[in-house]
């Protein structure tokens, strides 16, 4: 299990094939273990570097606040600890596509291309679509046991096709939280307060310049589909948009064979 000292904490990661790097930053409270279906493949072509986020999995849990610009600076600690000064792929899913904008803000000589997976502008642009009340409240309060918590939680992320194709998924979720600590309330508050970043992310959206991928499903409830749109929309129409018809808020889990062979088409027309 490898760790790095970066930035006065613990970040754990994985950095597995070789080739030219593509980096995978996981959303509020997620793990290495998400993006399981693309490490194992495009671990044949590049060197995948996938690091659980400051408060969550096995990297530290410090005290708030949390801010985006700690989180990408995390990133930018490890890529500096691993010694990558070319340029990245990089990819965020959800409030990971969040730091990934952040990033690419901060570091742009550090980005060759840009994929945003289920994911909008920061909480506190006003050009973010929020997701019913109903969906935040299960969001921040999910549940009082771990199997309610998680029976809460896959409600909004996977659409009811793929709950009642994968019964034995909350088994395997609380199997794994066994093994890897979940995520302490503190951290997951240090997250969600993050994300509502008040910067504005919209316009930032105007100043990247290389290829970029927005992927989004479109029976998405955590963050609705208008945020995929949105994005596009800022980036004044350059970015390219695929959508992922049935997939919920995990579509590179729900359809991993298609979100693979669409994210690998995009990765080697415009840079391999």
Sequence with gaps: MPTLP?????IYYEDLGQGEPLVMIPGLGGTVELFAPQIAYFRQFYRVIV???????????????????????????????????????????????????????????????????CTGVSG?????TLPPMSVLQKLSAPGNTPRERLASLFSIFY?????????????????????????????????????????????????????????????????PLKNARTLQEGTQGRAELALFPGAGHVLFQEQPAAFNARLEAFLKRDGA
């Design 6 to 10: 970066i930035n006065d904490i613990d």
């Design 51 to 117: 690091l659980d986020n400051r408060g969550a999995g096995r990297s530290s849990t410090p005290p708030g606040p949390y801010s985006m610009d700690q989180l990408a600076a995390d990133l930018a600690g490890l890529l500096d600890a691993l010694k990558i000064t070319q340029p990245v792929r990089l990819l965020g899913a959800s409030m990971g596509g969040v730091i990934a904008q952040c990033f690419i803000h901060n570091y742009p000589e550090r980005v060759k291309q840009l994929v945003l997976v």
């Design 124 to 128: 506190g642009d006003p050009h973010i």
């Design 159 to 223: 659409p009811p096709a793929f709950l009642e194709a994968n019964p034995d998924l909350i088994d395997k979720a609380l199997a794994f939280a066994a093994v890897v600590a979940p995520q302490p309330s503190h951290a997951r508050t240090a997250q969600l307060q993050a994300v509502q970043d008040v910067r504005p992310y919209y316009k930032w959206l105007a100043e990247i310049t290389v290829p970029t991928l927005i992927m989004h499903g479109e029976e998405d409830l955590v963050w």
